[in-house]
Every structure is written in structure tokens, then in C-alpha cells.
């Protein structure tokens, strides 16, 4: 990639997909200054600009994510990514209504989505809509039978609901599919503690 930015470096495409590596390696400056310098080049490319919100948004600076998610939305409208990334940013500020609001638009135009379908089921189990929150939940497992973050959203949706056995079996599930001695299998363990005392 070194070599292709040495080739073409007014490329676009080669800074966002630079941008992009170093993201998941995590090394955020250096990820914005490419994705910064893929924008300077072609400012009407969505993928950089949802990008660089993702790197925005990890480096605690969720307003300049927020911007960065709806400029890639104005490009692209039915960009489903930047949907799920601005719900993301705006629940981190507290605003769960239009967080949710996001995650459902995502859903909507990418319906096997698995982390919207997460995203938008959580949103609506802390709104109080746990029965809804459980579909969501549902889905996500249908796709991904073995996720125990699922299956502990899940159980939580069903206790909301006061259904123990089937919350109970829930946790059971997701302690199945965690890794032993992971925080997530320590919260599912917890929580099937608590609902076998409640039971």
C-alpha cells in the first residue's frame, strides 16, 4: 500500500484504503491523516468519509463524527454503514430516539445487517421496548446462532419482559458460546445468577 501511495499519490483511493488499514490496526492519527488527504482529493467519496468518522468517533470526538457520518449520508443516502455509525455516535450523546431512528433506516435498507440488527434491539431495549428488542435479538441469532453477546441481549430483553425460564436458557446459551474467563462470560454468568435467585 506504501508502494501504491508512492505510485499514485493523488489517488483517492489509495489514501482511503490506507486510512481504512490503519483504522483497524488502530492507529487513529495516522488513520485521519490519510482519510483527511483522500477527502481533500475527492470530497464527494462517502466510504472516506464514514471512515474517517469511525476514527472521529474513536478518538472521542463524536460531534466531528456526527458531521462526517450525515456528510457521507448527503453523498450517498442509502449508505447503511454510515446509518449504523451515526446511530452509534448519537447514543453515545445521550440521544437514544435518534440513535434508534438511525439504526432503523440501516435495518431497513440492509436487512441482514447483523450489528444494526444489534445496534437497533439494544436502542430499544434501554427505550422500554423489550418485546420489540427481542425480534431484533432473534434475528441477530439466526444469523449468528453462536454469538453470545446476542444471547445475553436477548435474556436481558426476556427479563425485562419477567420471562425467567426462557431468560435463564439465554444466559445459559451465551455463557456457552463465550470465551472462558471473558468479561462477557463473567456478565452472563451474573445476570443467570440474578435470574435463577428471581426465578
Given at each position: 500500500m506504501r508502494a501504491s501511495l508512492t505510485e499514485r499519490p493523488r489517488s483517492f483511493a489509495a489514501q482511503n484504503d490506507l486510512g481504512s488499514i490503519l483504522l483497524q490496526r488502530g492507529e487513529l492519527p495516522q488513520a485521519e491523516l490519510h482519510l483527511r488527504a483522500a477527502i481533500q482529493i475527492q470530497p464527494d467519496f462517502p466510504e472516506s468519509?464514514?471512515?474517517?468518522?469511525?476514527?472521529l468517533h474513536n478518538q472521542g470526538r463524536v460531534e466531528e463524527a456526527i458531521a462526517e457520518y450525515r456528510e457521507a449520508l448527503r453523498i450517498y443516502p442509502e449508505h447503511a454503514d454510515a446509518y449504523n455509525n451515526l446511530?452509534?455516535?448519537?447514543?453515545?450523546?445521550?440521544?437514544?430516539d435518534g440513535a434508534?431512528?438511525?439504526?432503523?433506516?440501516a435495518v431497513r435498507l440492509s436487512p441482514g445487517f447483523i450489528n444494526a440488527?444489534?445496534?437497533?434491539?439494544?436502542?430499544?431495549?434501554?427505550?422500554?421496548?423489550p418485546a420489540e428488542a427481542a425480534l431484533q435479538f432473534t434475528q441477530v441469532l439466526e444469523t449468528d446462532p453462536q454469538?453470545?453477546?446476542?444471547?445475553?441481549?436477548l435474556g436481558d430483553a426476556q427479563a425485562a419482559q419477567e420471562q425467567r425460564?426462557?431468560?435463564?436458557?439465554?444466559?445459559?446459551?451465551?455463557?456457552?458460546?463465550?470465551?472462558?474467563?471473558?468479561?462477557l462470560a463473567e456478565t452472563a454468568r451474573a445476570k443467570l445468577g440474578a435470574a435463577e435467585v428471581q426465578q
Open positions: 468519509h464514514n471512515n474517517l468518522g469511525i476514527v446511530g452509534i455516535s448519537l447514543a453515545a450523546q445521550g440521544d437514544l434508534l431512528a438511525q439504526f432503523e433506516t440488527s444489534r445496534n437497533l434491539g439494544t436502542a430499544l431495549l434501554y427505550l422500554g421496548r454469538s453470545a453477546d446476542a444471547w445475553t441481549l425460564t426462557e431468560a435463564i436458557a439465554s444466559y445459559r446459551e451465551a455463557l456457552r458460546f463465550a470465551p472462558a474467563g471473558s468479561r
